[in-house]
């Protein structure tokens, strides 16, 4: 009883950052929505016994990514005075493929109250931390180094793009002084 009660609470409030994310104008507003989307599906995730995804939801998608939007909004200096341009022909499409998500989830609850109770049992050690890290360096040992690899060649290529910029300042602040 407490638990449907719940995810009707984290659920609802899913919904309502959601449509509050494409309602404001304001990007910051915006992505402060999205954050509130984030923490509800880690609340759900726990409720699901999925500790591990509910935290990377939250450190990972909720705080460093989060924070890295937050901060390009900031430094975009983007101004809510500027109006939007809507693309009007969207909402249609928009409209189709809702239903398409509703259709789709009357499907998934009538599909898995109708499932039948010959369903094979549910392995309790699936989705805890020490399974998941065991399979990472383990069996899944090579994709993880390739993403750390990816994910470092970001970072060189940020580096590189900020300092790149940083002179390209610099040269311009020196015209401008010289003239």
């Not at 984030?38 to 500790?51: D, E, F, G, R, T």
């Not at 493929?97 to 599909?111: E, H, K, S, V």
Request: hydrophobic share 60%; with cysteine; net charge neutral.
């Amino acid at each position: 009883m407490i638990t449907s009660a719940l995810f009707f609470i984290f659920a609802g409030l899913a919904i309502a950052c959601a449509v509050s994310l494409v309602y404001h104008r304001n990007p910051l507003y915006s992505a402060i929505s999205l954050v509130g989307v984030l923490v509800s599906l880690a609340c759900l995730y726990l409720m699901l016994a999925a500790p591990f995804i509910a935290a990377v939801q939250i450190l990972i998608y909720a705080g460093a990514i989060m924070v890295l939007v937050i901060f390009v909004i900031m430094l975009l200096n983007l101004d809510d005075d500027k109006p939007l341009v809507r693309l009007r022909y969207l909402f249609p499409v928009g409209a189709v493929l809702g239903l398409a998500l509703l259709a789709q989830t009357f499907f998934i609850f009538y599909a898995v109250t109708n499932a039948s109770a010959a369903s094979p049992s549910v392995n309790d050690s699936i989705g805890l931390t020490k399974n998941i890290g065991e399979q990472m360096y383990t069996q899944y040992l090579l994709p993880v180094e390739i993403v750390g690899i990816l994910l470092l060649m970001g970072i060189v290529g940020a580096v590189v793009l900020a300092r790149r910029n940083e002179h390209v300042q610099l040269e311009v602040v020196k015209k401008s002084e010289e003239s």
